[in-house]
């Protein structure tokens, strides 16, 4: 996991061949990009941005993904995400879903959360679970945020 703000996170780019790009690519993002899904290049990579209301915690679940690091960017507003550190001891809620590339797991003792504001950046790789679009000081607020997968590379 790496948390930082867009304008650090070329610092990264040493972490995957087509970090550089996509960072380029956000910091080049317009505030009034519609919403939807965006190719990034011939990177295998892609945005999709998106607008919703934050939700209380006790309405998400945690997510894995295998074939795709996830890069969280907020464009305005903040949320929390509820992080669990690798899959023991969570306990699947259901098979890996290979066509979506996720799967979903119960709380676990240990998770913990990271708060993003407007500006920042949080890299997730497939041992970092994470339940985003959370409240943040328990209130609700809309969140304006671009999330790119980016394929994993052995």
Sequence with gaps: MI?????HAGRYTAVHPHLGE???YLKNLPSDTALGRYDIGSTGSY??????????PSERQLEGHRHY??????MAGG???????GLPPHKPLGPFA?????QFFADGPGDWSCVLGTGEVLILF???LHKPGCHRNRC????????VKIPVVT
């Design 126 to 128: 497939p041992e970092d």
């Design 69 to 74: 690091i996830d890069l969280h960017y907020i």
């Design 47 to 56: 945005a999709l941005v998106q607008r919703y209301e934050t939700v209380d």
């Design 22 to 24: 996509i960072v380029e």
């Design 140 to 147: 609700s607020e809309e969140v304006f945020k671009v999330v």
């Design 98 to 102: 290979d066509d979506k590339d996720v």
């Design 79 to 85: 949320e929390e995400l509820v992080l669990g550190n």
């Design 3 to 7: 948390h930082t703000e867009l304008s």
